[in-house]
């Protein structure tokens, strides 16, 4: 977000109105849908404190407002997309507060440093981190101020991606302007999940650890309003959808019909898939393989010291195997630059894992995967997918890909074709690994065995390339001693 972010205004015979204006909280996104606010007009809000958290066609963020003063007004409800560089909040600034060209600039587009003040500026607090996809903002050794009429004052600093409620034997406080004065202590995907059934948080009661609100307690705060109103319960909504933006079509009061918007990541999904669908020359190749002795290596190394605490699986060796492959033949991992007519070749492996989580598809890569050792490829592996299904993707780690695994296996699927990621010159789905009769050393005996399938652009990689890499993935699954022969 740049210093545009933030503007101010003197009304005639009132105080100064600032403008916060909504940033561009990755590279080059144009709009972001307001999901949640957390303050009203008439609260007091300080320096750094998340007023509403936003999704973007990448990942849900939070947005702290950089300046202290009272709310003025909300410019949009929630559920609207909101351009970036649009004002959404107004606030009447406290008397004394710093001036506008003082002020840092609220969300940067990625998690790097500020820049030095400039002369006459103020440098900014410290403490002041990135917040992206509900991390929270960090801690810092200024309080900050209650909310207007808040009977107690939330905790300097609540733990990461949570916001603070006080303790479940506590008295219920009061709301104010209709908000409650206390934010609960729950994850981004459990608020997602509260909105969608029009539940609010502070009427649920935690039962996880530190008072955290969970997925159960939500559906059991859920459950008494669904008896009351609906003679048939009612389904949860799909990935993506909102009690307050799906519209249904009824004919004797069964719904007959329910249309969902497309926004957010769905959307982004939707576009960057024909993008590449209809730009991409795909082709995809298949094997059918014995994975039995890559399977009893897994059971070894769950066992194996050097694994402790990580997750092992075949996931784990199948991504192994294909950066050997990528090893052995490099000029699979390219990208096609169509604006210089150039193919541009990657001494790097940015290894994207395809996640499905509540919001829809995500593809995070693990950096540098190449240079990993396995224990450290099962950390990243284990750490990608964990902070994927609790929201808290950041939009860097889904950027600078270069070649994709979908493991579709996990849903009982022998395989697909899968479409490439946008950029990328490799897809690899991996099926399930099924018990199945195999010919080995000359009988036929019962195997652990599954179906790979290679997609790649056409433009960049030839079939002979495709087929090379393909068979590599293959021989090493099969025989996967050749992960130190290869390597």
């Not at 795909?282 to 990580?310: I, N, P, Q, S």
């Not at 007519?341 to 499905?356: P, R, S, T």
């Not at 990243?380 to 939009?395: F, H, I, N, W, Y």
């Not at 780690?397 to 899968?418: C, E, K, L, S």
């Amino acid at each position: 977000m740049t210093d545009t972010a933030t503007s101010a205004r003197t009304p005639s015979g009132g105080s100064p109105v600032r403008e916060f204006k909504m940033p561009d909280v990755g590279e080059g996104l144009t709009e972001a849908e307001i999901l949640k606010w957390y303050v009203a007009p008439g609260d007091t809000v300080t320096d750094g404190q998340v007023v509403c958290e936003v999704e973007t066609a990448k990942a849900a963020v939070e947005l702290p407002i950089p300046f202290d003063g009272v709310v003025h007004e909300l410019r949009f409800p929630e559920g609207t997309t909101v351009d970036v560089g649009q004002v959404i909040i107004t606030v009447d600034v406290a008397p004394g507060s710093a001036p506008a060209e003082a002020e840092a600039a609220a969300v940067p587009s990625q998690a790097e440093q500020q820049p030095a003040p400039q002369a006459g500026e103020q440098a900014a607090p410290p403490a002041r981190q990135p917040v992206l996809v509900g991390y929270g903002v960090a801690e810092s050794s200024t309080k900050r101020r209650p909310r207007k009429g808040a009977a107690t004052a939330a905790p300097e600093a609540a733990p990461a991606g949570t916001y603070y409620a006080p303790p479940a034997d506590a008295a219920p406080q009061e709301p104010v302007n209709g908000h409650s004065t206390a934010r609960p202590l729950a994850k981004p995907p459990v608020r997602k999940l509260a909105k969608d059934l029009g539940i609010d948080l502070t009427t649920v009661r935690p039962t996880g650890p530190d008072g955290i609100i969970t997925r159960e307690d939500v559906h059991a705060a859920a459950e008494p309003a669904v008896r009351a109103t609906e003679p048939v319960p009612a389904a949860e909504p799909a990935a993506g959808t909102t009690a307050a933006t799906t519209a249904a079509t009824t004919l004797g009061g069964e719904a007959r019909e329910t249309r969902i918007p497309v926004k957010g990541v769905r959307k982004a999904t939707a576009q960057a898939m024909v993008d590449s669908a209809f730009s991409a020359p795909h082709v995809t190749e298949f094997v059918t393989l014995d994975v039995t002795r890559t399977m009893k290596l897994v059971a070894e190394l769950k066992g194996d010291r050097a694994f402790e605490g990580l997750r092992v699986n075949p996931l784990l060796l199948i991504a192994k195997a294909l950066l050997v492959a990528i090893k052995r033949n490099p000029e699979v991992n390219a990208a096609w630059d169509e604006a210089n007519q150039e193919i541009v070749q990657k001494h790097y492996v940015n290894l994207g894992i395809a996640a499905a989580t509540p919001r829809g598809l995500l593809v995070p890569n693990i950096k540098d995967a190449h240079a990993k050792t396995l224990p450290e490829l099962a950390g990243a592996l284990g750490e990608l997918v964990s902070t994927a299904r609790e929201g808290r993707t950041s939009p860097a780690a889904m950027q600078g890909g270069t070649v994709t695994i979908t493991n579709v296996g996990v849903f009982g699927v022998d395989t697909g074709t899968p479409i490439l990621n946008p950029g990328e010159s490799a897809i690899l789905a991996v099926g399930a690994i099924k018990l199945q009769p195999w010919v080995h050393k000359g009988k036929v005996k019962p195997r652990q065995v599954t179906t790979l399938a290679l997609s790649f652009d056409h433009r960049l990689v030839d079939g002979e390339l495709g087929s090379k890499v393909l068979a590599d993935v293959a021989a090493i699954l099969e025989q996967p001693k050749r992960l130190i022969t290869w390597a």
